[in-house]
């Protein structure tokens, strides 16, 4: 068995019969055949593409998946694994979701398919065992949650739903298979938005799922041409040549994430640092479990101060860029409660601790030293407020 570093490089691909060590982009939509009813593998290009076929082979097999699917974007992969569900199905997630997920599940799902969707703390395992009974078809996880950066139990949560006949589904964007392999602990499903930290670069929307039983893979394989939300030849191009890279951004990701915590969690301006890699997560053993090469580039933090200083901090930062998303090589703000996160109700919002005061940074892969410079001459026009 390679090392993850060797197989980030070399999965998916092997120089084809012209010998080209990168795989070329296949843009036909359609493909010759032999005869009435047979073809080479490859017949139309929704249903397979070689370029896709390349970039989900190396997903399975950097999951230790069987089967492995590209889609047009995460809420894609979100939306067809949904079609797997009976109408009136009773799904069971974490109440820190990504909001693209509550939004599909509550505005579209609900709607259109009956669902009926339980919603639980992820790092109250007690409550989410309590939520998942025989009726439960789905249990849908984050690792970690986002803004708030906390970490369900996926081990004891999976086997609890594999007890009541429920699949595990991770939603593992934020940790990748560079720091998280959930098939281990016992997940059924992994998903991802390639949009993040796989393709890593800020320019392809995509999504992915991995799925372990072959049968329940090519369930989902039929699905993804049936729906129809494919990624495209040549955003499975970037996002396999993103993946090359993978091993190492993940790991500068996770040291220069984990040092600006500790700085940030000294300066007089913070309130708290939420980020699973250092000493103050409450979850922090769970990180270690979890997540023993790191925890990621994503860290949130709160800062005493109000809406105008929130702006007046975000408006001085010059390395960092006030945008939504995260994983790209280049460090990002997020405003979660006016940009990411406004979808939600305030009262919700202000429940869950999704306060105006918090602040999530995907810290980039650039030196660190000039982050923290970026982020000590922000955090001075606090103190001149
Ligand atoms: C961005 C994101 C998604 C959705 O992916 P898109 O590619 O934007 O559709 C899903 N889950 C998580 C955790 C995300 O951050």
Redesign the pocket.
């Known amino acids: 068995m390679q090392h993850r570093d060797t197989l980030f490089v070399h999965a998916g691909y092997t120089p084809d019969a012209t010998g080209a060590v990168m795989p070329p982009i296949y843009l036909s939509s359609t493909y010759a055949q032999p005869a009435p009813g047979e073809h080479t593998g490859y017949e139309y290009g929704r249903s397979g593409n070689p370029s896709r076929a390349a970039l989900e082979k190396a997903l399975a097999e950097l999951e230790g998946g069987h089967t492995g699917l590209a889609f047009a ?4 992969a ?1 939306t067809t694994v949904l079609e797997l569900l009976e109408a009136g199905s009773e799904v069971v997630t974490i109440d820190d979701l ?1 909001g ?2 509550w939004r599909l599940f509550e505005q579209v799902k609900k709607r259109s398919s009956n669902l009926n969707v339980r919603y639980a703390p992820p790092d109250d395992l007690d409550a989410i065992k309590q939520a998942i009974t025989p009726a439960t078809r789905l249990v849908w996880l ?1 690792m970690p949650t ?1 803004p708030l950066l906390k970490l369900p139990d996926i081990a004891e949560i999976a086997r609890i739903a594999r007890e009541n006949g429920a699949l595990t589904l991770v ?1 593992a ?2 940790s990748t298979p560079a720091l998280l392999r959930p098939f281990e602990w016992g997940a059924d499903i992994v ?1 991802h ?4 930290y796989l393709n890593g670069h800020s320019d392809v ?3 992915a799922l991995i799925i372990k039983d072959p049968a329940l893979g090519d369930k989902l394989r039929w699905l993804q041409n049936a729906v129809g939300a494919v990624l495209s030849p040549f955003d499975s191009f970037l996002a396999l040549r993103g993946l090359r890279t993978l091993g190492l951004r993940m790991q500068r990701h996770s040291e220069s994430a984990l040092h600006i915590a500790g700085w940030l969690a000294e300066q007089p301006e913070v309130e708290n640092v939420l980020y699973p890699g250092h000493p103050s997560h409450p979850q922090h053993a769970l990180a270690k479990k979890y997540l023993p090469d790191g925890s990621g580039g994503v860290l949130s933090v709160r800062l005493r101060t109000d809406a105008e200083g929130v702006k007046r901090f975000t408006q001085a930062l010059q390395v960092f860029t006030l945008a939504e ?2 994983g790209g090589v280049e460090s990002l703000i997020n405003h979660p409660w006016s940009m990411t996160h406004a979808a939600i109700p305030e009262a919700l919002r202000r429940e869950k601790g999704i306060g105006p005061d918090i602040l999530r940074l995907s810290v980039g892969i650039e030196h660190p030293a000039d982050l923290i410079r970026d982020l000590a001459q922000a955090l001075k026009t606090l103190q001149a407020g």
């Open positions: 974007s995460g809420l894609g979100m990504y693209g997920a984050e986002n939603d964007t934020f998903l938005s390639l949009t993040k929307i995509g999504g998303s995260l």
